[in-house]
């Protein structure tokens, strides 16, 4: 009933950009926070950004001044520009959403998740 949708992964070189997009879509009263958490080979998923409904936002210090969220709340769209791209941001990439549905209820909610491969 609810569905995430990313795009924009894909293979590049060190010092290259990406922009990922991540469109919720379904049964939605409202979206409170979007997200983009990491998951590289062995590693446990982390947090990369978030940002509220309000617009306030929260990054790792890893990818902070190379990495913008934003979202579009018309579009119940988020995006990450990733700038300044390294091999170890290599992963893959998951878009998250909490969201209140039609039931009044609030959830969490996955993407498929995209891969994110930087070469040096």
């Known amino acids: 009933q609810v569905q995430l949708v990313e795009s924009g992964g894909g293979l590049v070189q060190a010092g290259e950009s990406l922009r990922l997009s991540c469109a919720t879509s379904?049964?939605?009263?409202?979206?409170?926070?979007m997200g983009w958490y990491r998951q590289a080979p062995g590693k446990q998923r982390e947090l990369v950004a978030r940002?509220?409904?309000?617009?306030?936002?929260n990054y790792a210090d890893s990818v902070k001044g190379r990495f913008t969220i934003s979202r579009d709340n018309a579009k119940n769209t988020v995006y990450l520009q990733m700038n300044s791209l390294k091999p170890e941001d290599t992963a893959v990439y998951y878009c998250?959403?909490?969201?209140?549905?039609?039931?009044?209820?609030?959830?969490?909610?996955w993407g498929q998740g995209t891969q994110v491969t930087v070469s040096s």
């Open positions: 998250n959403t909490n969201l209140v549905d039609n039931l009044l209820r609030v959830r969490d909610y």
């Open positions: 379904g049964r939605i009263f409202s979206i409170n926070a």
């Open positions: 940002i509220t409904s309000g617009g306030s936002t």
